[in-house]
């Protein structure tokens, strides 16, 4: 399909976007703009009725941005929906992330065990995260809303101490088959880090500038108390803000804002967690 064989025809698209004209205002806001932008789509899902045609695909995105005198690369892997009927484009939308929902957890069995461990090795934690940010390490359950289970792995690789086994409803751990809530759901781990006194601990600041790489940033994109998402700091900018790394829609040195994201609302709120680790 030459949609997604030729990506430039897709983001020549995509500039008229709500999510583009946020991303572009928001770079502005930062003294930042795109030098250049690089894609290429992967179609994963394909099928036909009568005289309509519709495709699921995968857009990875390279963004090589200039803030000041520095340039980072900024990338993005984002699901879109393009429907033809008779061979006309009728509706090319990009796929929203959705909030979690316990049922849509596939909890396949798997029988990997993890080492406790201590201490916080923030080095290693980003590390972990730049190398499987658009894949998925086998070790691990691979869920459908995957962003808590990809931080709380960044986070074991970086040395944070696991407790609370077996009770899901405790701590924070991955052993076997089973894993606590606050391993893999959004919600959960925003309040374990907020709660916890001993081992993986979250010190909450007031803003974004305040934290560094390794620590973790939590989104409520509705503003209604449910907390949806969360992400790993990997970089920073030129302006000392955090760029994030994130599962779901796969993303490495995103702004951590997420004002380009589907997601997004005027009622977002952010909680933002400098991670330590004590005994």
């Known amino acids: 399909m030459q949609l997604i064989e030729d990506w430039k025809t897709f983001f ?28 290429q789509g992967h179609m994963y899902h394909r099928w036909r009725y009568d005289d309509q045609e519709s495709i699921h ?61 201590s201490g916080y090795d923030r080095r290693a934690a980003v590390q972990y995260a730049d190398y499987w940010w658009n894949q998925y390490n086998p070790e691990f359950q691979q869920f459908t809303v995957d962003c808590t289970n990809f931080v709380s792995q960044c986070l074991l690789a970086g040395g944070a101490p696991m407790q609370g086994i077996p009770d899901r409803n405790q701590g924070w751990w991955y052993e076997g088959e089973q894993w606590s809530y606050s391993w893999s759901v959004a919600h959960s781990l925003r309040w374990y880090l907020s709660g916890a006194t001993r081992g993986l601990i979250g010190i909450e600041v007031e803003s974004a500038s305040q934290l560094e790489p390794g620590d973790i940033i939590c989104y409520d994109f509705e503003g209604d108390g449910r907390w949806d998402h969360n992400t790993i700091v990997t970089a920073k900018d030129q302006n000392g803000e955090p760029l994030v790394n994130a599962h779901t829609d796969n993303s490495r040195h995103r702004f951590w804002s997420y004002e380009d994201s589907t997601a997004w609302t005027p009622q977002m709120k952010y909680k933002f967690f400098q991670i330590d680790v004590t005994s």
Not at 19 to 38: D, G, Q, S
Not at 68 to 95: M, T
């Open 12 to 39: 020549k698209q995509s500039q008229g976007s709500n999510w583009w004209k946020r991303k572009t205002f928001a770079l502005k806001e930062r003294e930042a703009f795109i030098v250049r932008v690089a894609g």
């Open 57 to 117: 695909y995968l857009m990875h995105f390279n963004f090589f941005i200039k803030q000041g005198n520095g340039f980072y690369i900024e990338e993005h892997v984002q699901s879109f929906h393009y429907q033809l009927k008779n061979g006309i484009c009728v509706a090319h939308e990009q796929l929203e992330m959705k909030p979690y929902v316990r049922s849509q957890v596939d909890e396949r069995r798997q029988t990997n065990q993890r080492e406790k461990s």
